[in-house]
């Protein structure tokens, strides 16, 4: 093999079982056919994936390190994760818990275009960590959701994104509510001399959010949410490579059902593909990863690698103010933390409720 990319897998079986298991998910995530079969010499020795290393972490389960063709990959996003665990993803007794990429192929997909640094400037943000909320409920309409962004800005915010349920929906368009939010926030920007960025959620086949990056674009927003496993890899490639000007937000929907490590789908492959920020579940909310699992989403997201921006781990998932100080101890200064329906608690207070949960991170001591 020329460039190689090596796959990562947990396998849970017998002892007896894992090597003619390996075996097995190195021929089906490479060429899936029997290899007594194949005639060409160089796809045999050039294309069939090789078992690397199988090494027993207990409990029944097998750490299975394989060797890919990088030329399988080609230059698609959607090729990649084929690659990596494609058929394989079928096998519910099989994780795929990393990946190792030449270099190459990270300079080819490009990483963020505007990443930590980029959203940071935006905001004027400076070191600290960055605010975010979400608008929510769905089933409101423009004019209502337009309410509920201007009195997050007036508390401070950096950025309000759309709920992940908004699309475009009868009661809430998608070009009205950005109409609507856009102007909003334009008054509380000329009022109080501060930016405040909306990220409107993208969604729908891709040329509905080509259509969409355009409103929104023309509306002055310069960043916009995306579901990469709902939209597909290859899809939300063709974007970051079309709107360089625009900064993407990608949120975690369905990425349990991939059966791929968080680190590795969220920090790693995400990122690679653009990702100026990634939003994650926070340890201790609604969902259940733990706290190791969380450190390394974040680190894995801003971990330094040549021509790399690093994506901004968004922290997120049933946060509340007063976790603030816990968060800001756990994962320092390079951080967005997004409390959405902790602050629409306050109701009628939501403007001070988020110019406390501003004010502290501003005031936090960072290291």
Known sequence: ??????????????????????????????????????????????????????????????????????????????????MLFGNTSIHDDVVLADAELPDELVKLFGGPRHGLDGLRRRVNAGRRALTSSAIKP??????RLAELAQRFARGGIDYIKDDHGLADQVYSPFAARVEAITAALRMVAERDGR??????????????????????????????????MIMGFSNFQRLVRENPQIAFMAHPTMAGAARIAPPLLLGKLLRMLGADAVIFPNHGGRFGYSPETCRQIAQTALAARDGLRPSVPVAAGGMTRERVPEMLDFYGADIMLLIGGGLLEARERLVEATAAFVAEVRNYRYG
């Open 1 to 82: 093999m020329k460039t190689v990319v090596q796959a990562i897998y947990r396998v849970r079986s017998d002892a007896r079982s894992i090597e003619e298991r390996a075996r097995a998910i190195a021929v089906e995530q490479s060429v899936e056919m029997p290899v007594s079969a194949i005639e060409d010499e160089r796809v045999r020795a050039d294309i069939v994936g090789r078992v690397l290393a199988i090494k027993d972490i207990g409990d029944g389960l097998f750490e299975v390190r394989i060797a890919l063709a990088g030329e399988t990959v080609g230059s698609d996003a959607g090729q990649l994760l084929n």
């Open 195 to 228: 930016a405040v960025r909306y990220v409107p959620s993208l969604t729908g086949d891709l040329d509905t959010m080509r259509q969409q990056i355009a409103v929104a674009a023309a509306g002055g927003v310069d960043i916009v949410m995306v579901a990469p």
């Open 138 to 143: 769905q089933g409101l309409p423009a004019a």
